[in-house]
């Protein structure tokens, strides 16, 4: 079973629609958790990062963790093509250090 | 602030030759960089991290003889993938860490290496 599983999509939703990406994992350690967007041919940029259980807003973007069911989510609201990218969620154990764990990353397409 | 450059973005080798990416933090200092590997629809697979002044710590599975990484500044570390095979056509990125938070790591554009 690996750490982190996430769904590949695609997932294509009109303009302005709300998008829900997930992500569920299996080591309840997992303290940290982060969301990153990849366009395509780039580096992944982070978007939200967020501690234990919770959730948290950044204009457009929430992010939500559900430890007790190890399942974290992104959602985008208002979502515009400018949003059609890769979403990777990472995670891991402690703040330091660089064992993430990432997933394999949602193919998102938001279409005009 | 935190850019992280790579160069070339993409480069095309024959089998058997040796390729150098380099990684640069532009307007920060970074002790710590780390060396990723992105085959298509897969998640970044960590190969290895990157030390200034320190030999590279690999994950397990990653050849080292093969994969040689040299962090010779704060702001630069460069992979050299040696006697290349079509095996190792990926997507390698590099990403630096800021601070001491592990959320304070920023990625590089990547680089497409194709090996023919």
């Known amino acids: 079973q690996k750490e982190v599983e996430q769904d590949p999509g695609p997932l294509s939703v009109p303009e302005g629609a709300i998008v829900s990406l997930n992500c569920t994992y299996s080591n309840s350690a997992f303290q940290y958790f982060m969301w990153y967007r990849q366009y395509s041919r780039k580096g992944p940029e982070l978007l939200m990062y967020t501690y234990s259980s919770g959730n948290k807003e950044d204009g457009r973007f929430t992010a939500q963790v559900d430890k007790s069911s190890k399942y974290i989510s992104l959602f985008i609201r208002d979502s515009q093509p400018s949003d059609s990218a890769t979403y990777l969620c990472?995670?891991?154990?402690?703040?330091?250090?660089?064992?993430?764990?990432f997933g394999t990353g949602t193919s998102l397409t938001v279409i005009p | 602030g935190a850019v992280v450059s790579q160069h070339p973005s993409r480069v095309i080798c024959k089998s058997g030759t040796s390729v150098k990416i380099e990684c640069r933090s532009l307007d920060f200092q970074a002790t710590t960089m780390f060396w990723y590997r992105q085959f298509p629809k897969q998640s970044l697979m960590l190969m290895a991290t990157?030390?200034?002044?320190?030999?590279?710590?690999?994950e397990q599975g990653v050849e080292k003889d093969k994969f040689l990484i040299n962090h010779a500044s704060l702001t630069l570390s460069t992979l050299t993938v040696t006697s290349a095979h079509p095996e190792d056509s990926s997507f390698y990125i590099c990403s630096a860490q800021q601070g001491t938070a592990s959320y304070e790591q920023y990625f590089g554009p990547g680089t497409r290496l194709t090996v023919t």
């Open positions: 990472a995670m891991s154990v402690t703040n330091t250090g660089n064992q993430f764990y």
């Open positions: 990157s030390n200034e002044g320190s030999k590279a710590t690999y």
